[in-house]
């Protein structure tokens, strides 16, 4: 099945669209959103006056976790309240964040306190990121490839196309 203009032309663009809606969704700090009603943990520690409500009401004010928050592959942003503990910059899109530190190089040995699930988590971020960044590539060369292929009517070619496309989108089936 020979190629097209109009296939050349769909596919070109559509690549392109892929390509630059999987560099916005890599660089956005909206993957995962966090509500923390800290209104409901406050009335709960003072209704419960036993020894460990003051310890949460400090954890309340200190501990980052109890802050409705926004994470994204490389920074945690506090739309509303913002932790006093936490070093806080504000991001290119006006929003206060800090950055998620995945350790790499692990210069001062910060990680041999942790847990194995802690351990397996941190692993998994890392991965997640590399695995992000395979992807764009396998989408780079697809693209490529499938110019080409249309280019030179090569059913080999176009394949390939169709094999390296199905290998991206296997990637983001993992996310």
Not at 1 to 7: D, F, G, K, R
Not at 53 to 71: A, E, G, H, P
Not at 103 to 113: A, H, L, S, V, Y
Not at 160 to 167: D, G, K, P
Request: charged letters at 15%; aromatic letters at 12%.
């Amino acid at each position: 099945m020979p190629c097209s203009a109009v296939t050349l032309s769909i596919a070109t663009i559509t690549a392109i669209v892929a390509a630059a809606l999987m560099a916005i969704a890599f660089s956005t700090d909206n993957w995962l959103y966090i509500e923390v009603k800290r209104s409901n943990i406050q009335a709960y520690a003072a209704e419960n006056t036993a020894d460990n409500s003051q310890v949460i009401l400090d954890s309340l004010n200190n501990k980052y976790f109890f802050y409705t928050r926004t994470r994204g592959l490389f920074r945690i942003c506090y739309p509303k309240e913002r932790p006093p503990t936490v070093e806080i910059y504000l991001s290119p899109v006006e929003t206060h964040c800090s950055n998620v530190d995945y350790f790499i190089p692990d210069e001062n040995n910060e990680t041999k306190g942790l847990s194995d699930d802690a351990m397996n988590r941190l692993h998994m971020a890392r991965s997640t990121v590399a695995l992000f960044i395979v992807a764009f590539l396998a989408l780079f060369i697809a693209f490529w490839t499938g110019v080409v292929g249309c280019w030179k009517r090569s059913p080999g070619n176009i394949t390939a196309t169709a094999i390296l496309m199905l290998v991206t989108c296997s990637y983001f089936t993992i996310y």
